[in-house]
């Protein structure tokens, strides 16, 4: 699945940028300046594609321990109004991914200048 490589990607690209950061602080006694932007970008984009995949495998948070101990008509019932609730919740994301937009294309990041949309992004992105 393309959405998993790409966390795969990101992961990679987070220790990578991490090893580098703390190589830098202590070794060469020099911090790079942009590494803990690179690393907070990848992290966020990570939780929310990975939350996407969790969804879309049916392996997000559920109250397994409460849903168990129902009858069969009540663990269908909460099945559903846990997916309702879900679903309502990626609603929210994806409207609050797309409200930001103006106030985030406005932001720039300091080390790396980059545009704060780069960061905001993965909040529609990731609740569909």
Do not use: N
């Given at each position: ?8 990607a990101?992961?990679?690209?987070l ?14 006694q ?54 309702l ?44």
């Open positions: 699945m393309l959405i998993e490589r790409v966390c795969l990101l992961m990679l690209a220790v990578g940028d991490v090893f580098l950061g703390v190589f830098s602080r202590y070794i060469l020099a911090t790079f300046q942009w590494y803990d932007e690179v690393a907070r970008l990848c992290f966020i984009w990570i939780v929310f594609l990975g939350a996407a995949v969790a969804v879309k495998r049916g392996m997000h948070f559920r109250m397994r321990l409460v849903v168990d101990r129902l009858g069969p008509s009540a663990a269908r019932f909460a099945d559903r109004l846990v997916t609730a879900t679903m309502a919740f990626g609603a929210v994301l994806v409207a609050g991914g797309y409200g930001i937009y103006p106030i985030a294309q406005r932001q720039v990041t300091d080390a790396l200048e980059i545009s704060m949309l780069w960061f905001y992004a993965a909040l529609p992105v990731g609740a569909r």
